[in-house]
């Protein structure tokens, strides 16, 4: 029986450095994905029990994920990155890697 993907926006909190990571995933909640940033995801392996997500947004098409996501990341500060968040960019590509 094939699973329906979908896509959602969420966030990962960083609770013992206090940073967040935004992103976006076509698949399912539960579909074991963490996230696209080499940097954030070392973090997660090695400290797990330290970081939480939150879906912020879901039930999306493609083209509503990355207009969410996009909608999110304007909400942070330039000088927040790679500070206060694992986000290395604060842009959607337009076309994505894998598309």
């Given at each position: 029986m094939a699973v329906?993907?979908?896509?959602?926006?969420y966030i990962w909190r960083d609770k013992k450095?206090?940073?967040y990571y935004?992103?976006?995933?076509?698949g399912t909640h539960d579909d074991g994905y963490i996230c696209s940033s080499n940097w954030m995801?070392?973090?997660y392996t090695r400290r797990t029990h330290d970081f939480k997500r939150r879906i912020l947004v879901t039930g999306?098409?493609?083209?509503q994920m990355y207009l969410e996501e996009q909608r999110f990341f304007s909400m942070i500060k330039p000088d927040e990155i790679k500070v206060r968040y694992y986000n290395l960019r604060l842009t959607t590509p337009t076309k994505p890697w894998h598309a």
């Open positions: 329906e993907k979908y896509g959602f926006v450095k206090g940073m935004i992103g976006c995933h076509w995801r070392m973090a999306l098409t493609r083209e």
